[in-house]
Every structure is written in C-alpha cells, then in structure tokens.
C-alpha cells in the first residue's frame, strides 16, 4: 500500500490540470529533481532491488480513480555455484572468492527517463552465501565486454579466471551459473553451461 511521505499528493481543483506519475523503490533522496544513486558495491545482501516504474503514459486529475503503476526489477541477479571436480575433495570450495571484472559499481538512474549513466566502474565481488546457496551480486543491464572475467579464488589460494565477454544482462532477469573446478597435473580447467533467466539443472557444470 502507499503511504504519503509528508504531506501526500494533492491533485489541482481544476479538472483540466492532469498529471503524470513514475515511482521507485527503495526510496531514496533524488539528486537534481530526477537522479536515484546506484551503488551495487554495498553487497547483495544489503541492497534491496530496484523497482522502478517508468511515467505513465496516461494523465491523471483530482476525477481519476487509482493510479496503475508497474513496477518493474531494474537489476540482473547473478548466481555461481561451484563444485569441486578432477584433483579436489568435497568442501574444497567453502570459503570461496567470486569477483568479475569491468562492471558498472555506481551510476545515476534518471526515475523519469530510465536512462543509466555509469559513475564507476570495476571489479564486483559476489555474496557468499554457503555451497549449497552460491554466490551472488545484482547487476545493472551491461552489454558484453570481451574484456569482462569471472575469477574464482579458493582457500587455498588457486585462482580461475571464466573470460565471459560474450554475455550481456538485461534487466529483471536471472542468471546463474554452475561452475566446476579441476586440477589436471599442474594445470587448471573450469566448465561452464549457462541458461539465461533459467536455472541451471544440477547435473549441468561448466568446467573450469
């Protein structure tokens, strides 16, 4: 349900002044009259999805009934699970580091347009949430970037890099990714298979 912040919305008196509404949530102080504060470095779990809807396309006055607004997810979630495969023993990936590279970290979004401006730009590190969980961040709609890399750090210290430049993320969907790692002689592979907005079934790995 809405509640007013201060003193609510008053249409004018005269019938022939219409209005036009957007909304978004959380809500959030705007800067320059349209501006919301992306910041997605805060981590998964203490980010609350952006829901945003964009202005209606109808005009409302004081005659109007209720106003339909469709608040829309405005972020990609992103899942990685990881499993450990040829030379690792179970529990090998407790404790890992999930980060990927060249992702927008900060931006402007215009709640009256919808446009995105980037602010900063870097490497994310995802929420680790246990094994059986995954790791996870929200990321803004990006386009591919051949130069972008999903890097899994274990415990131990090894390290494997998931070049990913050919993904892109749209809005409002899930994505997520079931990662295995192996050791070959000295050598290290991932395998990896990916489902956009679906889930991965447990018995689909990319190797690593």
Known sequence: ???????????????????????YYPYQELTDGNIYKVDLTQGYNNIDELLWAGMSTESYNKDSGVVALNMLRQYSTVRITLE??????????????????????KADFNVKTGEVAATETGSLTFEDRGVSAGWF????????????????????GESFDWAIGDKAFEAGRYYQYNLRVNKVGSSFSFTVED??????????YIDL
């Open 1 to 23: 349900m809405f509640e007013a912040v201060g003193d609510g919305i008053y249409y004018s008196a005269d019938a022939n002044e219409r209005i036009k509404f957007s909304a």
């Open 84 to 105: 450990e495969g040829d030379g690792y023993e179970s529990g090998d990936v407790n404790g890992a580091t999930v980060t990927i590279s060249n992702i927008t970290l």
């Open 137 to 156: 961040i929200y990321v803004l709609p990006t386009a591919a970037d051949v130069n972008r890399i999903v890097t899994v750090t274990l415990a131990s």
């Open 195 to 204: 489902r956009v907005n679906e889930i991965m079934a447990p018995n689909e």
